[in-house]
Each structure stands twice: as structure tokens, then as C-alpha cells.
């Protein structure tokens, strides 16, 4: 299962946390994604358990978040996970246009623990052959900080649309 680290965009630094991680494998017909985040997780605002269902505006909160697209296409896919089970999935045509809503409602399991919060979701991979993938979070601190993790940073203010934050491949 391919992993990597997750840095945060210099401008928005995260001291509750020491490290997050993200391993991503393709199963079947789908992507599984875990990610670690290690630190002071009492620090952070979590999301608290609910009914799984399709939300909006996810990332103003903690949130975990994938990105999918296809060498050489513009189109991609978003695919939000919170905590608390709720999740969002949009297409778009190309950078930050024609958004879409799509009913493709992820599994997500959470375990919390005093130094560890492990997010797991399990969502289509939206067809075969190779993947861009660009892995990010959004992690709020109890006072309302937010800071934005991903692979790769694009120059200037966190964009995790940006195709050079798409830093993954999978054949």
C-alpha cells in the first residue's frame, strides 16, 4: 500500500500535530485511503459522530480529502471525508469549473485515540488504469485555526485543486 506524508502549507503551520500520513491501494473497483494524523488530537475540533450522509462545506472543518484525476484529462474528482461520517464527491470539467454532485457515498470507519486519529475510507475509483491522486487534509484546532496539509503545495495560498498537489501516481 503506497504511503506518503502529508506537509502543512507554510502559511498555516499546526502545532497539536507531530505528523499525518496517508496510504492509499487500490482494491477492485475502488480506492482505500487511511490516514494518520499523530499529535495532541484533544487540541483539534473534531467533527463528532453522525448519520453518514452527503454534506457540503466540509473543509471549513476537519477534513480529509482526495483527489482523482487521469493523465492528460482535466476532468477530476474531489472526495471529501469527514469525522463525524458525513462526505461529499464532485466532478469537475477542469480547474474549479463545472462542479458536480455525485452519489458515490464512501465507507468510513474512525478511530480516535489520545495521540492518534485514524480516518479510513473506502470509495469507486471512478474506472481502471492510471491515477493522479492528490492526497490533502484541513485539520481545525480547538480555537478555530485551520491548517491545510497535502503532498505538494502549489506556490502561494493552499490550493488543493492545483494539479501540481495531484503529486501521487497509481497504475
Not at 133 to 144: D, F, K, N, T
Amino acid at each position: 500500500m503506497p504511503s506518503a506524508a502529508l506537509e502543512p502549507h507554510p502559511a498555516t503551520p499546526c502545532a497539536a500535530l507531530r505528523a499525518m500520513k496517508v496510504s492509499i491501494e487500490r482494491n477492485g473497483a475502488a480506492l482505500q485511503v487511511l490516514y494518520v494524523l499523530d499529535g495532541e488530537i484533544a487540541r483539534l475540533r473534531i467533527p463528532e459522530p453522525t448519520t453518514p450522509r452527503a454534506a457540503e462545506r466540509l473543509w471549513q472543518h476537519t477534513c480529509c480529502e482526495l483527489f482523482v484525476a487521469r493523465p492528460g484529462e482535466s476532468r477530476y474528482f474531489e472526495f471529501n471525508f469527514s469525522p463525524s461520517g458525513e462526505w461529499a464527491a464532485y466532478e469537475f470539467g477542469s480547474y474549479r469549473e463545472g462542479r458536480r454532485s455525485l452519489d458515490l457515498p464512501p465507507q468510513i470507519k474512525v478511530r480516535r485515540l489520545a495521540q492518534r486519529l485514524e480516518l479510513e475510507a473506502l470509495v469507486s475509483s471512478k474506472g481502471s488504469g492510471e491515477l493522479l491522486i492528490g492526497l490533502s487534509s484541513v485539520v481545525e484546532e480547538q480555537g478555530g485555526a485551520l491548517s491545510y496539509w497535502a503532498l505538494r503545495h502549489p506556490p502561494g495560498k493552499p490550493d488543493f485543486h492545483h494539479r501540481d498537489a495531484f503529486a501521487m501516481q497509481l497504475e
